[in-house]
Every structure is written in structure tokens, then in C-alpha cells.
């Protein structure tokens, strides 16, 4: 059973950077492709950003030039760094699988917090 460890979140100011950070258990996490996704207050899941096994990356409209997802297999590790936040990009970000016909078990999540 994979599990999904969420990290890296806080609160910051617009304008500001934050790096995520997925670790994944079980050798699984390489074969497949990887998201992050988020929720916002009030809203439903939202998916973010979407990595291949070989890299290759596609983004929702409202993040893209300022969001980043890479991925190291050898870590197991899945990463999103943030930059130039909007307070519209608070929410708590989950990674998982891509979907919506599989996920692994949904981890914690880390919160992101952007004031304005």
C-alpha cells in the first residue's frame, strides 16, 4: 500500500515561494504518473499539475509561469515549487496520482496559506 507524506506548506505574503514536497512508500510511485492536487476553502478538488515518468508536465491555466512540478524516482520524491503566490492559491495541496480512475490512499496534505 503506498503511502503519500505531504510537506513544505506555511503561510505567506503575495508574491512569495513556497517548495511542496510528496514522499512516497513503495517503488510504485516511478511507473506512474503523479499530480498535485488542492483544495480550497469551499471549493472542490482541484487538480494542479501533472508530472509523467519521463517529466514531461501540464499545468492548470491559473498556475502556470509560477508553479513547477519536477519529481526525483530515486527519492521517490515529488516536488512543487511555488512562486509569485496569490492569495487565490490558498488551499491544502495533496499529491496523488493523476485520475480520476486511481488513487493511492490521500495523505494529510499541507496547508498553503497566502495573505494579501
Known amino acids: 500500500q503506498v503511502q503519500l507524506v505531504e510537506s513544505g506548506g506555511g503561510l505567506v505574503q503575495a508574491g512569495g515561494s513556497l517548495r511542496l514536497s510528496c514522499a512516497a512508500s513503495?517503488?510504485?510511485?516511478?511507473?506512474?504518473?503523479m499530480a498535485w492536487h488542492r483544495r480550497a476553502p469551499g471549493k472542490q478538488r482541484e487538480l494542479v499539475a501533472t508530472?509523467?515518468?519521463?517529466?514531461?508536465?501540464n499545468y492548470v491555466d491559473s498556475v502556470k509561469g509560477r508553479f513547477t512540478i519536477s519529481r526525483d524516482n530515486s527519492k521517490n520524491t515529488m516536488y512543487l515549487q511555488m512562486n509569485n503566490l496569490k492569495p487565490e492559491d490558498t488551499a491544502v495541496y495533496y499529491c496523488?496520482?493523476?485520475?480520476?480512475?486511481?488513487?493511492?490512499?490521500w495523505g494529510q496534505g499541507t496547508q498553503v496559506t497566502v495573505s494579501s
Open positions: 496523488n496520482q493523476e485520475g480520476p480512475s486511481h488513487y493511492f490512499p
Open positions: 513503495g517503488t510504485i510511485f516511478r511507473i506512474v504518473r
Open positions: 508530472i509523467t515518468v519521463g517529466s514531461s508536465t
